[in-house]
């Protein structure tokens, strides 16, 4: 299976659209799979180089957009070659959850919820009995197992 990716930017055609500047979304492939994604910038038509995925043009703001797509394409690459030391296999949907940060968000809700087992241990005795702390810790050990095949 082979790990390469191909990253494109491009100018995408909002619904309703009659002039002026188009967003710039980032279309990310591995091995067949597509996952686009916002960039959060502009671009006019006119000014946008299809061949070199960049902005055309001299200007301060030209530069700037520019710079912003080179940092993206970066951070990209980076978090590909993570996933790689990782030994992980790397997928579109990996990817994208370590672009938009959504992987940090499943980390942080077992430690949420570690840390509320813990408070509900030495609770026990105190209205909590012991069942209620075991499916607490069965809830846990669920979600991290879940969180571990993927």
């Not at 940092?71 to 590909?80: D, F």
């Not at 994208?96 to 942080?108: D, L, S």
């Not at 077992?110 to 810790?137: A, I, P, Q, W």
Request: aromatic share 8%; charged share 25%.
């Amino acid at each position: 299976m082979s790990a390469n990716y191909s990253l494109l930017f491009y100018l995408k055609k909002p619904k309703n659209y009659v002039s002026g500047a188009k967003p710039i979304y980032m279309r990310i492939t591995i091995n067949g799979s597509v996952c686009e994604i916002s960039t959060g910038k502009n671009c006019d038509p006119n000014r946008w180089n299809s061949k070199a995925n960049r902005s055309k043009g001299n200007t301060e703001e030209v530069k700037t957009l520019n710079s912003y797509l080179e940092t993206l394409n970066l951070k990209v690459a980076a978090i590909h070659l993570e996933i790689l030391k990782m030994g992980e296999t790397p997928t579109i949907e990996l990817l994208k959850a370590k672009i938009t940060g959504k992987v940090e968000n499943q980390k942080r809700l077992l430690t949420v919820l570690k840390d509320h087992n813990h408070k509900m241990d030495s609770l026990l005795g105190n209205g909590f009995r012991e069942n209620t702390l075991k499916g607490y810790k069965t809830t846990y050990s669920h979600l991290e197992n879940y969180i571990s095949k993927e």
